[in-house]
Nanobody, 117 residues
Framework: QVQLAESGGGLVQAGGSLRLSCAAS????????MGWYRQVSGKQRELVARISSGGITNYADSVKGRFTISRENAKNTVTLQMNSLKAEDTAVYYC???????????WGQGTQVTVSS
């Protein structure tokens, strides 16, 4: 089993910054991708950013140039640095770990990010 523990959400004014962190524990496959998704009530969960164990990243168009994802493989942690936040970034953010070889996805409990305009 894999457990994901998130931290770093909160309330910030538009234009401000927040950093989200996620630590994975348990039986973690060496080859995996870790990332962040977000969900607004009544809408589908969407990918924000993802990084593979090899360091390949991809971002949603809406956050490119503002958000940066990074990871430390030795610690099984992933961090999302969010700058120039906008009201439309308000959502519950979920940490995800994806194992390509099995197709299995693991999720954190979610952390609220609220950006006031």
């Amino acid at each position: 089993q894999v457990q994901l523990a998130e931290s770093g959400g909160g309330l910030v004014q538009a234009g401000g910054s927040l950093r989200l962190s996620c630590a994975a524990s348990g039986s973690i496959a060496r080859i995996n991708a870790m990332g962040w998704y977000r969900q607004v009530s009544g809408k589908q969960r969407e990918l924000v950013a993802r990084i593979s164990s090899g360091g390949i990243t991809n971002y949603a168009d809406s956050v490119k140039g503002r958000f940066t994802i990074s990871r430390e493989n030795a610690k099984n942690t992933v961090t999302l640095q969010m700058n120039s936040l906008k009201a439309e970034d308000t959502a519950v953010y979920y940490c995800n770990l994806h194992v390509p070889l099995t197709g299995r996805d693991y999720w954190g409990q979610g952390t609220q990010v609220t950006v006031s305009s």
